[in-house]
């Protein structure tokens, strides 16, 4: 009887809080379908927010245009690749939206996307075998896909293969201005600059992002009333540089040659418009192709973030001070080879240890550094001089609208170092830092700021929204010291004894200061060996009304080529040269001195309408390389204007009534720009070098706005030298 009381007692317990948790539980849920809330929260707004969807719409991001409004950098579509893994998306079994056949599928994608069979079929299968998995992703493999590889893959019909539109940045000339333009890369927040003019002008490139959101159900399928709400996005405005890209495809294409024979340690050039400030062109090496930036060498802008210890380019500055302070007599004689401002400093020395007795003007012919240290200890107060080093702005940063500007250093605490600031050791300054000050000698006096960045355009009515002017930011120097200055530059060049004789072109009178600049010592003092320098020239053409000025420098190139050892101003004359030469004709600036009689120049006649077999024949015999493009009968235009001239050998390209696809085989990116130009085709190159393959084949006819891929390669090292033994074996 106990037991049985004892049971019907736990019993009632039990009973008693089964049903108090009924209907603690019951009136819980009473609550909830009479409140539509938990906790607080409305279940009807929760419900809501899950089958919701909302995604950012990001801006189309502004594109980065030339001086002449081609593109350089814009936002590419390209595709991302994802296979839907789960049975339940597929509706009808006879049309499977899900991945049926992983074996089949792995096997034709994987060559298409570069990935391992193997491990592609271990990810779909392990999709599939996860109920909780709706889809796979292929990462880094399965994304950035051109339009060509998705046409692929579609062709292919896989069952449960889709693709996401996604936009990416791109750049159509590859490594061109690299350090310049900048890179820009796709993160959370959409395209963001990373680089360059994409980091300094990101807020303006960027735009503003919208947002979409719809309900969904769960296959993310918008709903038949989905209340849809968009807000559109404010795409960015486009930035235009007074870069031009034809006379930067020429440096860059000359860089390349350069690099590739003297194998330098690092490279710079800029080529500047020295009455505005325009930069024109401007490149380094190492540099980088922003579509693929693997391996990068060097980040780092050297043009306006490396100082150096210039060398014997800051005399034109140490002249230009003696001779604006009225202290300069060009025909007083000094003695040559060394020079000691104290005992017990040590002596500085001439290149070349001594030319006797000469005179200032030809001590700057020569590049003394004896003629510069008595100028700026002798003849200047050295105090005095450091007021125009000032004046010359080498003591601080140009303020060009690039980031990454690093200026250099004036050393003037020690008479030593006084003395040495004179002829460019010690002191260091960057490139473009010397550029603005030589702006001073180029311009009768006026110093103008350096600038990239032309104007701010709107991205869909063009209309100009800033635009840069150009800025004088001081007057060192007087015209008559400017002039003067420049005759001396123009001796450097001309006289026999000059330092820059190798820096002569036929057409254009050069004006320009060499510069041999020693190399500093981890451990202090200075390298020795014949390649262990600074290479560099600073020049402006024509001398007696420059219009472009350019700086080269190339640091310890090898100069033993094939067992010959060549000088160390021959790989800084080869960019010099072609450079200047090939722009100053492009821009249309009239020669000012006589070309060499024995030279035929060829006159372009009007071509317009003539007959492509006459023409053809005119022109080839007199000496051109003519290339026709195309099998029609008459010639619609050319790319030489008519007028002007030519020097034999030089190409020019005569497009037909039918234009057709050359074989572009071996072409450089220069020539080939300037083919897409002419024809107005939009071209997409692939890599660095020389053409070894183009998507369109030879003979088929052209059309405006066709798209050509064009890839590049840079030949191979060994087979040129075997190719130029072979034509040597030819020639003798």
Partial sequence: MKKNKTTHLMSGILILLFTAIFLVVTGRFLYIQTSGEINGVSLEKWAEQKRTSSYTIPADRGKIMDSNGMTLAYDRSTFRVYAIVDEAYTKDPDHPMHVVDPEKTAKELAPILDIDETSLLKRLQDGLNNDKLFQVEFGADGRQLSQQTKDKIEKLHLPGIKFDKEATRYYPNGMFASQIIGLAKKND???????????????????????????????????????????????????????????????????????????????????????????????????????????????YNDAISTPFEPGSTMKMFTWAAAIEEGVY??????????????????????????????????????????????????????????????????????????????????????????????????????????????????????????????????????????????EVVGQPISKETADHVRDLLGTVVTDKHGTGKSYKLKDYSVAGKTGTAQIPNKNGGYMYGAENYVFSFLGMAPKDDPQLMMYVSVKQ????????????????????????????????????????????????????????????????????????????????????????????????????????????????????????DLLHLKVEPIGNGYVVNQSIKKGKALKENDKLSVNFETPNKEKNKQESEKKKEDDS
């Fill in 557 to 676: 190139p090898n100069l033993n080529i094939d067992g010959n050892y060549e000088s160390g101003e021959a790989p800084v004359s080869f960019i010099f040269k072609n450079v200047m030469k090939n722009s100053l004709r492009y821009l249309n600036i009239d020669p000012d001195k006589e070309v060499d009689q024995r030279v035929n120049m060829v006159t372009v006649p009007d071509v317009a309408g003539k007959k492509t077999k006459v023409i053809e024949k005119q022109l080839t015999d007199a000496g051109l390389d003519v290339r026709t493009i195309g099998n029609g009968k008459t010639i619609v235009k050319a790319s030489v204007s008519e007028g002007n001239k030519l020097l034999p050998d030089d190409r020019i390209l005569l497009v037909t009534d039918q234009p057709t696809m050359p074989d572009m085989t071996g072409w450089s990116l220069r020539e080939v720009m300037q083919f897409a």
């Fill in 329 to 470: 007599n060009g025909d007083e004689s000094y003695e040559s080879g060394e020079y000691k401002v104290s005992k017990r400093d040590r002596a500085i020395r001439d290149w070349k240890q001594s030319w006797g007795t000469i005179t200032y003007d030809q001590g700057f012919q020569r590049s003394s550094n004896v003629g510069a240290a008595k100028l700026a200890w002798e003849k200047m107060d050295p105090d005095r001089y450091l007021d125009y080093l000032k004046a010359f702005d080498l003591d601080k940063k140009t303020d060009i609208d690039l980031p990454g500007e690093v200026p250099g250093k004036i050393l003037y605490d020690w008479p030593i170092e006084k003395v040495t600031t004179s002829f460019g050791q010690g002191t260091t300054l960057t490139p473009i830092q010397q550029m603005k000050a030589a702006s001073a000698i180029a311009n009768d006096g006026k110093m103008v700021k350096p600038y990239v960045i032309s104007k701010i355009t709107d991205s869909q009515t063009g209309d100009t929204l800033k635009e840069t002017s150009p």
């Fill in 189 to 299: 927040d959409g395209i963001t600059g990373m680089t360059g003019i994409e980091k300094q002008m990101n807020k303006i490139l960027g735009g503003k992002a919208g947002h979409i959101s719809y309900q969904r159900d769960k296959y993310n399928t918008k709903l038949l009333d989905p209340k849809e709400v968009m807000k559109e996005p404010e795409d960015g405005n486009n930035v235009n540089l007074t870069i031009d890209q034809k006379v930067q495809t020429l440096l860059e294409d000359v860089m390349t040659q350069v690099d590739k024979k003297y194998s330098p340690k690092r490279m710079t050039a800029i080529v500047m418009n020295p009455k505005t400030g325009e930069i024109v062109a401007m490149s380094n090496r190492p540099s980088y192709n922003p579509n693929n930036p693997s391996d990068v060498k060097n980040w």
